[in-house]
């Protein structure tokens, strides 16, 4: 079989043929364009998987490696920090260096990391590992989100790649929570971190060979430097103020302050202020963190629900996240495009926001003594509304992107998406265990206080998602043809993503 060409970075991308352009190369074109697409979605496959695998594996880690409390906390935290600081800096070297560079880069170093993650053998090696693969993963999410934007400029096309791309780091939580589970009890919880050998392994050689190099800007081109130091600085004090119950907030308040001054005078800004003027870009972008908050929070608490109340083990705990993925999979891959087209992308959205709401909704009465089937099921069939959720959300925040602005956005969207995982796990976690402990202290078995805590953090997270809700019926608006669409006719400049 022949193999599909690389996409071209400096050429036009259109479906529809030319005069001089052979028809059999059309279907070629539209292969390759979908390939690439699988291979972004792969790499983005086991970045997600490694956010939620691990969350399973916690109790074993802890007993294996002689941790306290406050150091299982950083097996997550050593990841999140650096991934959530990095992605904007990260996206702007994708511009400058070239997306393609940056994104093999994040790969090995990803892939590299979780060797060592695999083999490690004491708390300081697990964390330092951690710590690296935050970096190799806020590499390849930063450029990956552009270069979807700019491989499908027909917005038909687009809607269903966002809604394979939202599939992708949905449902791809949902399978890290059952892999982990499986890998955990049946092998050890080192297979958590080598299942990402083969899957690195896998991913590099096809991006090599479909993507085009494209050489960038070059370092000395629109290197807001003193920008970039403002923000990854403020970015990851702020994500380690979050997970370390606001410590040092105010420094990150006042980096990030610094940022917003530099951006409305610098010559060349890393992020215009321009951009977040538009309703959809600012309303699209906060919605979607407190979603993701809510959801990321979700999915952490209710492991540890299955596994400390209704005693589970983690192979269980993860296959009782399986109809979750599911969900997903049908709203996503089979109903959001379709939607889309035929009532707009803001209707899409408010009803996956309402369908999770309900969900976590169920939640908030959750008893000690409960049941999966009665209890658990009903929410984990409606975490499908993320599927319309994420592919609508995505779809508005990128929309008023012009040309030269889709790295830009798809850097923000990338940002706000971690960040408001780190804020939806620090938060919900650190108020299930206030609530738990005060109930302990009254008089409470051990079972009735994890479960009340458990409940009071679903209540906070019904309540973000209903904040969702309101903002994206105040605030965001159905993209005009005219913006929906992403031109075909990109320059290198255009395509590689920025930030």
């Known amino acids: 079989?022949?193999?599909?060409?690389?996409?071209?970075?400096?050429?036009?991308?259109?479906?529809?043929?030319?005069?001089?352009?052979?028809?059999?190369?059309?279907?070629?074109?539209?292969?390759?364009?979908?390939?690439?697409?699988?291979?972004?979605?792969?790499?983005?496959?086991?970045?997600?998987?490694?956010?939620?695998?691990?969350?399973?594996?916690?109790?074993?880690?802890?007993?294996?490696?002689?941790?306290?409390?406050?150091?299982?906390?950083?097996?997550?935290?050593?990841?999140?920090?650096?991934?959530?600081?990095?992605?904007?800096?990260?996206?702007?070297?994708?511009?400058?260096?070239?997306?393609?560079?940056?994104?093999?880069?994040?790969?090995?170093?990803f892939t590299a990391a979780s060797l060592l993650c695999g083999i490690a053998t004491t708390s300081a090696a697990l964390i330092g590992a951690r710590l690296l693969q935050g970096v190799g993963g806020a590499l390849t999410a930063a450029v990956s989100l552009g270069m979807i934007t700019r491989l499908f400029p027909d917005p038909r096309e687009l809607r269903r790649a966002f809604a394979v791309y939202g599939f992708t780091g949905s449902a791809g939580a949902s399978v890290g929570?059952?892999?982990?589970?499986?890998?955990?009890?049946?092998?050890?919880?080192?297979?958590?971190?080598?299942?990402?050998?083969?899957?690195?392994?896998?991913?590099?050689?096809?991006a090599l060979r479909l993507l085009r190099a494209d050489r960038g800007l070059g370092l000395r081109h629109g290197a807001d430097l003193p920008g970039a130091l403002l923000v990854t600085s403020g970015l990851m004090l702020g994500v380690y103020a979050i997970v370390d119950h606001g410590h040092d907030a105010w420094l990150a308040a006042l980096l990030l302050l610094g940022f917003a001054v530099r951006q409305a005078t610098a010559a060349d800004p890393l992020l215009p202020p321009r951009l977040l003027r538009s309703r959809n870009v600012s309303g699209a972008n906060l919605v979607q963190a407190l979603t993701v908050a809510a959801l990321f929070g979700f999915q952490v608490l209710i492991a540890q629900y299955l596994q400390h109340v209704l005693d589970l083990g983690p192979a269980a705990t993860g296959l009782a996240m399986v109809p979750a993925a599911l969900s997903i999979a049908a709203f996503s891959l089979g109903l959001a495009a379709r939607f889309i087209a035929r009532y707009g992308e803001r209707a899409v959205l408010l009803a996956g926001l309402l369908m999770l709401a309900l969900g976590l909704g169920l939640l908030t009465r959750l008893p000690a003594h409960g049941h999966y089937l009665s209890d658990v099921l009903p929410t984990v069939l409606l975490a499908g509304g993320f599927g319309l959720a994420i592919t609508a959300v995505t779809t508005l925040g990128m929309a008023d992107a012009g040309p030269s602005d889709a790295g830009l956005v798809s850097g923000l969207l990338n940002t706000t998406q971690q960040v408001g995982a780190a804020?939806?796990?620090?938060?919900?976690?650190t108020l299930a265990t206030a609530r738990s402990t005060r109930l302990r202290a009254v008089g409470d078995t051990a079972t009735a206080a994890l479960a009340g805590g458990y409940s009071l953090a679903f209540t906070l997270a019904t309540a973000l998602l209903l904040t969702a809700l309101g903002l994206a019926a105040a605030l965001l608006r159905n993209p005009r043809p005219a913006t929906a669409q992403v031109p075909a006719d990109s320059t290198t400049r255009d395509l590689a993503p920025t930030v």
Do not use: K
């Open 423 to 429: 804020l939806g796990v620090a938060v919900t976690g």
């Open 177 to 206: 929570l059952a892999l982990g589970g499986i890998l955990t009890q049946e092998l050890s919880w080192h297979w958590i971190f080598f299942i990402n050998l083969p899957i690195g392994l896998a991913t590099v050689a096809p």
């Open 1 to 109: 079989m022949t193999q599909p060409e690389p996409i071209r970075s400096d050429t036009p991308r259109s479906d529809t043929p030319r005069h001089d352009t052979p028809r059999s190369a059309v279907p070629d074109e539209h292969r390759t364009r979908w390939a690439a697409l699988a291979v972004l979605c792969t790499g983005t496959l086991m970045i997600v998987l490694d956010g939620t695998i691990v969350t399973v594996a916690l109790p074993t880690i802890q007993n294996d490696l002689h941790l306290t409390a406050p150091g299982l906390a950083w097996v997550m935290n050593a990841y999140l920090i650096p991934f959530g600081g990095l992605l904007l800096l990260a996206g702007r070297l994708g511009d400058l260096v070239g997306r393609r560079r940056v994104l093999i880069a994040g790969l090995v170093l």
